[in-house]
């Protein structure tokens, strides 16, 4: 993946848990360790708005698929969803018991969908006032890592070794079993597949179908650290950052390292989100965030 | 007409004509009310009020209106303006009035402070202070610098210097008469002149004199001479003329005359007071006083210790005093009034060495800027030059200082017992030692000083000291800065400490930790917690995923999720009940609950609860209790019971009172309604109705007794119990040991609980045996005795309740055809009396029941009515 860093974010905002892109990667949030939500033009490198109103950490956020809403969550068992352009929450969804640790949308942007500390995922209906979560999946036995939605499935993947599919139009629960904890699972660009990020130093990728393992990826460190996995908007490479802060890009199908971003030499690359349909992505190392991707691409991003 | 005419043409009408009055109106003569008569100031304002409006105009008439009226004037915001506001003065609040005259603050024409000060005009900078104290520095305002008036300045700037007269220069010749002139008119003179007698004569030596030198001084004109202004000083007080009384003033209140003799200094509480001039004259003992005017000054005193062979210098003879300063200066000849040093002054010089440096000292002073910044670099030093102390554990520091290694866990009190006795034997046991190897054990002894580790160390030696009887030489310990009363405190403390060590009060209450306390340290490594079972492990382990790791179930996602994702509702998973409206509490037990059955199969350990909870639910159901592997069997095992036996047997009921709540308290967590046990109201009436009842009549108790048997068929076809295993708080209980506790107790008396199944008497022993298991009032111990006249079964003694339940047996044994008798098992000795027995007990089957017996009774009778009916 050759890409280099066009643009070093300084967020201004202590640790930076998570960097997103939004819907269509013209702008990015990140999640601060100060109790802050940013949003971004990373091509600039132009602060736009600052969210404030949680009350711990922001540890994920996602942007509406039309850019309207963000959803936040955070250390202080809050899921919120902000008017992106007055930068005031419209709702504050109280319902889990510990730490939020991922929320997403679904495609419509009409559900929220969290994952927690206490080991559930909880389905918040974002159009009407009700402040009970429409769903409940009590699933896991452990702390959600992370969440993917399409429009159909669910993918959550949780700290007890599993990934798990809700299908919603069949109601069907696939759960594969992974044997190591799950820091991140996230679908392919073309959805056969799912990038399992583990926590043994590795990276896997499984078919979605039959739960059969496709490739394993390896040679970073993850440590203790919630190292967040991706795949590049090609399905070409496996990205993930790692705590030598360096984001390690593996070859799909070879398997092996094809390159390694420097980030920030030292410190843990805990976030990287991959561009949904350019060959770029931003990752958050401490404080600071990096655009990467092609320099032409910063061109014509600019004008 | 013409004479009407001329009549009008005669009078000339001036000005406008008053309305006519009209005749009913009454014109008012009213006066002008108090109110109306009001005094108005020169501006025409109402100057005074009534004394309930005011008395005084304030604002605009007594209002808080504005000038204009009530209407505010619009509001302005001065935000904008906030830089240029000006300070406030006095006087923006004073009127013409408080200015004028005789105002609080008349205007009058005066000099200027700055023309009087003599100031500059210059605006003084604002300096700010780097001094401690920040702001204006407070000498600047304590000490102000003697100011020179305007006459002064004006002098000074035309050549006037301080000590010079004014008036136009002199030649020499000119100021020399003019002095003489001064000392003349200066001279007092008492009596008669002679005229012109001496001063001519000296007036004249003196010109002479200095005519030579005139030549040379005639071209040098000199300013006159000052002379002092005649201060007339009104005497205001009585004391004789020239008297000064005490003056009692602070030292620095006053001008302080440097060069003067000191006077008398005194020291007055911390506040200096200068004792100024001299009180009351002299004694009536002491000599006269040469000189009573004279001030008193320090010279005049003698502090010599030494013995002088000179008198004292007391004498203030100028003219002996001036030749010795003038006379040769000679070696031996010191000056009049100075004693030469009889020692040699020691030339040389100690030096001492300078203190070494410490190792990575710098000569460099930091400066902290503000003393607020904590974080100055000066801190930071220090914690890095820290020596590295902390870093160190114990081990490290104890291969540093060449110890033995101390040992992980904490045997060491048996090291640390000889190291003591060793050390009594000693007269003076050393120090370090005990007080080291009392350290190496932490809470091991009983340690109240350790906060201070000198106090603790001398404890230990205090303590040593005791052992061996030498109390008394604790003082030989302590350290000599200590004043006697420290040390007597610190005694007092050390023996009571001591008796608290010894007498076991603190001893017994603490124990030392068996294990290192990981839950306080956040950093300890935790393990990670195993997922999955063996199969599932193995294959991810052997990197067989796919079949083996993928487990398939279904969820049923809610309408209103499907209809989000645009999804129709899949049709294949059953309907959903409705969920339950959800609780506005939301409680941890929604979260436990997912992560208790962390493994998909039910543990084997749960289902043998969940049947120990069945077993011994009140309900009881048909098939007989088991007993529970982990209870002891009972000393006396139980006989084979039949259905109705068990029904009937009220001992496991009895037992079964915990795990009957913890039953019901599940069924209140699942949701399943548990139909509330009949026992209950039974046991209250046994307990609080009973001597009521006993003495009602035969009827009411058994109509009483076919209501309560209704419930007691309808238990038989109870619900079965919750069957999911304990959840929540319930998982870890083992009932199991629970239950064994209480079977336990059962043992002991199992003949007693069996005898219960018959209603009739309840005798003492019964009674206790009872009490043991059931809370509330005790009964009366004399209440049996009057029962016993009720009917002839009640008054059944112990050992024939022991036969009656014997026979009650074997009469179920008979009805049922069951294997043959139980009767020789159980302690009844005679058939005969058992017989008897049977017909009693038909007779009380329908008649009084001794109510004030526990609920199981009741039960039995729900049972033999039953059995009436079949």
Redesign the interface.
């Known amino acids: 993946m050759d890409v280099e860093c066009l643009k070093t974010l300084n967020c201004n905002q202590g640790a930076v848990r998570a960097v997103r892109f939004n819907v269509d990667g013209a702008y990015c949030l990140t999640c601060g360790s100060d109790k802050k939500l940013k949003l971004w033009n990373p091509y600039r490198n132009l602060l736009l708005k600052t969210y404030a109103g949680h009350g711990n950490e922001v540890l994920d956020a996602c942007g509406s698929c039309d850019s309207s809403q963000i959803v936040s969550c955070g250390a202080d068992k809050s899921v919120i969803i902000w008017d992106v352009s007055s930068g005031t929450p419209l709702r504050r969804l109280r ?1 889990h ?1 510990s730490n939020v640790t991922c929320v997403r949308f ?3 942007s ?2 929220a969908i969290s994952g927690s500390l ?3 995922v909880m ?1 918040w ?1 974002v ?1 009407s006032r009700k402040n ?1 979560p ?2 409940v ?6 702390s959600i890592s992370s969440i993917q939605v399409t ?2 499935l669910i993918l959550t993947g949780s ?4 990934i798990r599919q ?1 299908d ?14 799950v820091l991140g699972a996230s679908f392919t660009g073309d959805g056969q597949c799912v990038v399992v990020g583990c926590a043994d130093n590795h990276v896997r990728l ?1 078919d979605k179908d ?4 496709l490739g ?1 990826y390896g040679g970073h460190q993850t440590g203790d650290f919630r190292v967040e996995s991706g795949v590049d908007n090609t399905d070409a490479f496996i990205l993930s950052g790692a705590t030598d802060g360096y984001i390690y890009c593996w070859d799909m199908v070879k398997a092996e390292i094809a390159s390694r971003l420097e980030h920030a030499p030292g410190v843990v690359v805990n976030s990287i989100h991959p561009h949904p349909n350019k060959g770029a992505l931003v990752s958050a190392a401490g404080p600071t965030v990096k655009l990467w991707g092609k320099p032409e691409f910063l061109d014509s991003d600019v004008e | 007409m013409p004479a009407d005419a001329s009549d009008d043409e005669d009078f000339a009408i001036y000005g406008t004509p008053l309305d006519p009055i009209e005749e009913d109106a009454v014109p008012s003569k009213r006066p002008t009310p108090i109110e109306e008569q009001v005094v108005l100031d020169k501006q025409g304002r109402r100057r005074f009020h009534g004394a309930f409006t005011g008395g005084f105009s304030a604002g605009y008439f007594n209002s808080v209106g504005s000038e204009e009226g009530w209407t505010p004037s619009a509001f302005k915001s001065s935000r904008s303006e906030k830089a240029s506001q000006r300070l406030q003065k006095a006087e923006d609040f004073m009127d013409e009035e408080d200015k004028g005259e005789f105002g609080i603050a008349p205007k009058v024409l005066r000099a200027t402070s700055d023309y009087t000060q003599g100031t500059s005009r210059k605006r003084s900078h604002m300096k700010q202070s780097t001094g401690p104290i920040p702001g204006q520095p407070v000498l600047r305002d304590i000490l102000q610098p003697v100011k020179d008036t305007v006459g002064v300045r004006l002098l000074r700037s035309m050549g006037w210097r301080p000590g010079q007269g004014v008036g136009p220069r002199l030649s020499h010749r000119q100021k020399k008469v003019q002095q003489k002139e001064i000392k003349k008119s200066s001279r007092k003179v008492y009596g008669c002149q002679f005229p012109g007698s001496s001063n001519d004569k000296s007036g004249g030596s003196g010109e002479d004199s200095s005519e030579e030198s005139d030549s040379d001084m005639k071209s040098i004109t000199f300013a006159p001479d000052d002379y002092d202004a005649f201060i007339v000083k009104v005497k205001d007080n009585v004391f004789g003329i020239g008297y000064e009384g005490l003056d009692r003033r602070p030292v620095l209140s006053g001008h302080v005359q440097l060069f003067e003799p000191s006077f008398l200094g005194m020291q007055e509480k911390k506040k200096k007071v200068a004792i100024w001039g001299q009180a009351f004259g002299v004694g009536a003992l002491e000599e006269d006083d040469e000189d009573i005017y004279a001030r008193d000054d320090m010279s005049q005193y003698n502090f010599e210790l030494e013995s002088s062979e000179k008198p004292s210098h007391r004498n203030r003879d100028h003219s002996s005093s001036h030749r010795a300063l003038t006379g040769p200066r000679g070696v031996g000849a010191p000056l009049e009034g100075f004693v030469l040093g009889k020692n040699q002054p020691n030339s040389q010089r100690k030096f001492f060495r300078a203190p070494d440096l410490p190792p990575g000292f710098t000569a460099k002073h930091e400066t902290k800027q503000s003393r607020w910044d904590v974080n100055s670099k000066g801190e930071n030093v220090a914690k890095k030059q820290g020596l590295g102390r902390h870093d160190l554990d114990a081990r490290v520091r104890a291969s540093i200082l060449d110890e033995p290694l101390p040992k992980p866990s904490a045997p060491s009190t048996v090291e640390v017992v000889p190291s003591i006795s060793q050390s009594a034997t000693t007269l003076l046991p050393p120090a370090v030692p005990s007080s080291a190897s009392a350290s190496l054990l932490p809470g091991s002894t009983f340690r109240p000083f350790v906060s201070q580790p000198d106090k603790q160390a001398r404890y230990e030696r205090f303590l040593d000291l005791v052992k061996s009887g030498q109390k008394d030489l604790l003082t030989s310990i302590q350290p000599s800065s200590m004043t006697d009363w420290d040390k007597e405190h610190e005694r007092s403390e050390f023996e009571q400490a001591a008796r608290l060590y010894k007498s076991g009060i603190m001893s017994d209450r603490f124990v030392s930790a068996s294990q290192p306390d990981d839950s306080l340290n956040p950093l300890a490594p935790v393990e990670r917690m195993k997922h999955g079972n063996e199969e599932m492990q193995n294959a991810a382990k052997m990197k067989l995923f796919g079949k083996l790791t993928r487990t398939r179930g279904s969820w049923q996602p809610c309408a209103l999720l499907c209809k989000r994702f645009n999804v129709p509702q899949p049709s294949c998973v059953l309907e959903m009940e409705k969920p339950n409206p959800r609780s506005s509490t939301f409680s941890v037990f929604d979260f436990l609950e997912a992560s208790s059955h962390n493994t998909p199969a039910k543990p084997a350990v749960v289902i043998q609860q969940e049947e120990a909870i069945k077993s011994r639910s009140i309900t009881s159901e048909p098939q007989p209790s088991p007993p529970l592997s982990a209870s002891p069997p009972p000393p006396q095992p139980p006989p084979p019971r039949t259905e109705r036996q068990s029904e009937e047997s009220v001992a496991p009921k009895t037992v079964t009172s915990i795990s009957d709540t913890l039953a019901r308290l599940l069924a209140d967590d699942t949701g399943q309604v548990q139909p509330e046990p009949e026992e209950k109201p039974d046991l209250f009436k046994a307990i609080f109705l009973s001597s009521s009842e006993d003495s009602d009549s035969e009827d009411e108790d058994t109509s009483k007794d076919d209501t309560a048997s209704i419930p007691g068929k309808k238990s038989n076809t109870s619900a079965p119990r919750n069957l999911s295993p304990p959840r929540g708080i319930f998982a870890n209980l083992d009932l199991d040991a629970l239950n064994a506790r209480q079977v336990e107790r059962q043992g002991e008396t199992p003949a007693a609980l069996k005898s219960d199944e018959e209603k009739s008497g309840c005798s003492q022993k019964d009674l206790k045996q009872e009490s043991d298991l059931m809370y509330g009032p005790r009964l009366p111990s004399a209440l049996p005795k009057l029962i016993a006249p009720s009917s002839s079964d009640t008054s059944i003694p112990q050992q024939q309740i022991k036969q009656t339940s014997a026979i009650w047996v074997e009469r179920a044994v008979k009805s049922e055809s069951a294997q043959d008798d139980d009767s020789s098992d159980s302690d009844s000795p005679s058939n005969a009396s058992s017989d008897k027995r049977k017909s009693s007990k038909k007779k009380s089957k329908h008649s009084k029941h001794s109510k004030h017996k526990k609920d199981k009774k009741h039960k039995k009778h729900k049972s033999k009515s039953k059995h009436k009916k079949r």
Not at chain 1, 137 to 142: G, T, V
Not at chain 1, 159 to 162: A, E, N, Q
Not at chain 1, 169 to 177: C, E, I, N, P, S
Request: proline share 2%.
């Open positions: 319902g018991a679904n495609e419509e009409s559900v206490d080991n559930c389905c209906d159009r009970e429409i769903q999946l009590k699933d896991a036995k452990d429009d159909h700290l007890d070794c599993r809700y919603i139009r069949t109601g069907d629960l696939v759960t594969d079993f992974i044997g190591e904890p499984f039959s739960g059969e393992m394993e």
